[in-house]
């Protein structure tokens, strides 16, 4: 076997056959490698390991994306780590296995060989490989090094959706420094083989799921130069239970509670301490839970978390403008319009909408408090109070103030359920309206 390595440094690159860069393995299977036979490679690492220079070096890329360490929305960055495959050839390593006892391929560590400088553009951290590692090499000059890189890239993250949502970042490999004449990429793997490997590996039940992995390959130039480059769309999606558990069923849960308490009287004292009340938790809850939503932007959750807050208040308020309406009937009653009059009238056969009116039947006539006037008996409740009055007429309507007053609270149960179902109507719409949005 001939090692007949061209001495000459004018010979180094005229001579263009492969076959006559040929290693010395014999007695590697006996002695060990001879690293004197190397040496000449080794001397070699800083030029690019062609024959003839204006042939490109072809170098395959593929990786496994072992976990998705962490997704930052404040600074719009994607961590996660890879273990990076580089496959180039190197012409001048070469040798006949089978004198030598079979070895087909030999470790060498890095820094005796040349490296391709490819990097990853949307890092935004210095890499971090550790020094000292290896790679295959085997007899007919193909180099497989493989590295483990913790990448920091950005990523253009949009939350609108949170915590339904779904990220699309970008790892685009290019050379630093080499353009399309010196160095070509290709895929050492195929995508979808990427993809798959991934998903099995990464086995983390994180916050992140990943979805699949997909490539482009658009050159890149900068300037005159023209830089081969392979992009791989990373798709991701948040997994949302946690969210789901922490944010969205309390806050229903409390949507829930207020819109049930539209069901408690509108005559007892309790209904607007109860709203208030409530109001004050749904804030508790809000300040808790700050920490669980992304620190920037604004996803579709906090719209959503800011419609139920003014939900509250804007029951509230109805609540407080229902016992001004009540108390102004039950202590002294205005002339009442005439259109509103025939409305009151034309409304007055038996309705079955008023939420106080149900609960007055579910609780049964016996526990009814006595001072609360009821839709259908409000001018005997009311009239004793007014007793000094009752004779009295009042405006031109030819109506007793009893009367009047009873309009009045009968005209309050009207808004108070007119108001409620409007409440509903635009709690269910906007609800609906988030959940579209949701599933789009
Ligand atoms: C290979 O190297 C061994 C010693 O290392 C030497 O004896 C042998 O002659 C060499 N073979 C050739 C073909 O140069
Ligand atoms: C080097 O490669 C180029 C392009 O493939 C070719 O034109 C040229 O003849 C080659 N040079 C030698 C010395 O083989
Ligand atoms: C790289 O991949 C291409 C096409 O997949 C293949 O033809 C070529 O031999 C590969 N090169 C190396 C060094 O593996
Ligand atoms: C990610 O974005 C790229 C380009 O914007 C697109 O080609 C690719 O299909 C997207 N991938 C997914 C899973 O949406």
Redesign the pocket.
Known sequence: LQKSWPRKEGSLFSTGRSSTFTINCSGFDKYGVDPAVFQTIFNQKDFRPVINYSIPTQVNISFILSAILEVDEQLQLLTSFLWLKLVWNNPFISWDPEECGAISKLTVTTENLWLPDIFIVESMDVDQTPEGLSAYVTSDGHIVYNKPMRVTSICSLDIFYFPFD?Q?C?LTFSSFLYTVENMLLGMAKEVWEIADTSRDIVRTEGEWEL??I?K?TPKMSVGSSLFDQIMF?V?IRRRPNLYIINLLVPSSFLIAIDALSFYLPAESENRAPFKITLLLGYNVFLLMMNKLLPASGTPLISVYFALCLSLMVVSLLETIFITYLLHLATTRPPAMPRWLHSLLLSWASPRTCCPTKLWKENMGPGLTPPHLPGPKDPGQLVGKELAPREAELSGDSGLTSTQLAGLWVQFSHMMDTFLFRLYLLFLASSIIVVIVLWNT
């Open positions: 779904q699309n970008t979805l699949g997909t482009a769309y798709a």
